[in-house]
């Protein structure tokens, strides 16, 4: 059975909601371009990384038999050349924004030529390689997850043909495989050089990812929660709403042993008072009741809004003088609520209540029709009181 949702809870929650759908706290959430600066930081990171990794070859003589030195030498310009350009490119992603051709194509041009060096990268350390396998891999997963299908594979199709080309041709023998290194003295996976060179690329690649992928799915699965918890929630009393009461109700009749009390309440003429003084003030009596309800219920009770001016109330392992009592405090404290129209003169609220106690012999759904009938009857015999269904019903009191 769900507890009452307290103010101090509900506010939290609408916080939690504002800063995780809302704002832009979820990178799933973000902007399109937003993510584009996500993969360009990326993809510089990696580039850092081959560039790091070519002056340490270049800086170490006795390594120089192990590559091809005039390419490395290349290659560096290159990776150079691709950084200062992912660089340049955040630029127009963070302060071009707002106009439309940034917003149109700059998203393909960002993923494209990402996805171009490093298939430049992994065509030169071998396209079979682990490093290469790895950093393709990610790049689909991490792209589908950030971005629309069409801009994925806008990128990935082109780089798929080609890594698939340039592994045939290299067995035809038409193109040197991994041309990066000379190592055909040695076979690769037996090379040292070649084992830690690949190890030194897939650490960093595989290290983010994970987290990335940590990072997505652990807000993924938060927002499903607010997503689901907003579901159950009226918005505008912040009280749970019809479905979840439902639901509440569905689980009492699954137990053994009912022990719970079924209050109806219902605003009395709610009409007037959307009709005299405006939708406004009828959604602020709405408001305060739900939160007078929430003050004086108990911790294991829950508190719902049933529709339009009618809330409920589910008052767990409850008696019926318990249940008369707490109704009675309800009553009291909505008929004692200050509510003001614009022009400063007060407006009366108040609400009629129909208890009606469980039995292990009657439904939720039939004690619901019990709590209405006894809430139709406080109505008839003047609005503003309570009334129970045991002693109506089976006692026989008049009004």
Known sequence: MKKKLT????????????????????????????????????????????????????LSPNLWHFVNLPLLKLQLELNTLFFCLFIAMIYPCAYWYKKEWVQQWLPYLSVGIVVISLCNDGYMIGVLSPATTITYVSLITVGLVLFNRKI????????????ILCGYLSLQGQ??????????????YQHKFWVISMLYFIAPILITCLILFEILLSQWRHREQLIQ???QIDPLTNTLNRRSINTCLEKL?????????LVLIDLDHFKQINDQYGHDKGDEALIKVSEVLSQIIRDSDVVGRFGGEEFILILNQSSLAQAQNIAERCRQAIQALQLF????EAIKVTASFG??????????????????????????????????YREIFIAAKPC
């Open 152 to 163: 994925v594979y806008y990128a990935l199709i082109p780089a798929t043909l080609f890594l």
């Open 175 to 188: 193109i040197n495989y991994a041309p990066l290194f000379n190592l055909s003295t040695t076979p690769l």
């Open 341 to 344: 129209s614009n022009i400063g």
């Open 229 to 231: 918890h907003l579901s």
């Open 7 to 58: 103010p101090n809870t509900l506010n939290l929650f609408k916080a939690k909601i504002t800063k995780y759908l809302l704002e832009d706290e979820v990178v799933m959430n973000w902007s399109v371009l937003n993510k584009c600066i996500l993969i360009l930081i990326l993809g510089s990171l990696v580039h850092v990384i081959w560039i790091i990794w070519k002056i340490f070859i270049l």
């Open 355 to 388: 208890i009606a106690l469980s039995n292990i012999e009657i439904s939720p759904q039939k004690l619901l029709s019990q709590a209405d009938k006894a809430l139709y009857e406080a109505k008839a015999c003047g609005r503003n009181q309570v009334k129970c």
């Open 253 to 261: 009749e699954r137990k053994s042993t009912k022990s719970y009390a």
